[in-house]
């Protein structure tokens, strides 16, 4: 039994893509098509330069509280542990992101034209 906000079509809902705008298709050029890339938003390459930069900032952060905790400061070792893991964890994120973009890019090389 569901509950009572919940109906059949709020769950048809749930499965229909984001962007559906009636049931026949997404936004294309049927259903009045927009500008493939919008003219708002930051540009990917900007972007990128911002995520490696703050996992640089994340990695200096770690090598930091390694240092601190070598020569003595007042830092504990599950604070040093948890900033290591983090960048360790950021690094390994930023590798499969990575691949999968060299993996899109020589899956569109491959395609025949």
Do not use: C, W
Not at 26 to 55: C, H, R, W, Y
Not at 67 to 92: P, R, W
Not at 96 to 112: C, D, S, T, W
């Amino acid at each position: 039994m569901l509950p009572p906000n919940v109906t059949n079509q709020s769950l048809f809902d749930l499965g229909r893509p984001i962007g559906l705008e009636n049931d026949f298709g997404l936004n294309g050029p049927a259903a009045g098509a927009s500008k493939a890339v919008p003219d708002t938003g930051t540009p990917f390459g900007s972007m990128l330069a911002e995520q490696i930069g703050q996992i640089n900032a994340v990695q200096q952060a770690a090598e930091h509280a390694v240092q601190s905790y070598a020569i003595g400061d007042n830092i504990n070792l599950h604070t040093v542990m948890t900033q290591v893991e983090k960048a360790n964890l950021s690094m390994e994120l930023t590798a499969q992101i990575r691949n999968k973009l060299v993996g899109a890019y020589q899956e569109i090389m491959r395609m025949q034209v």
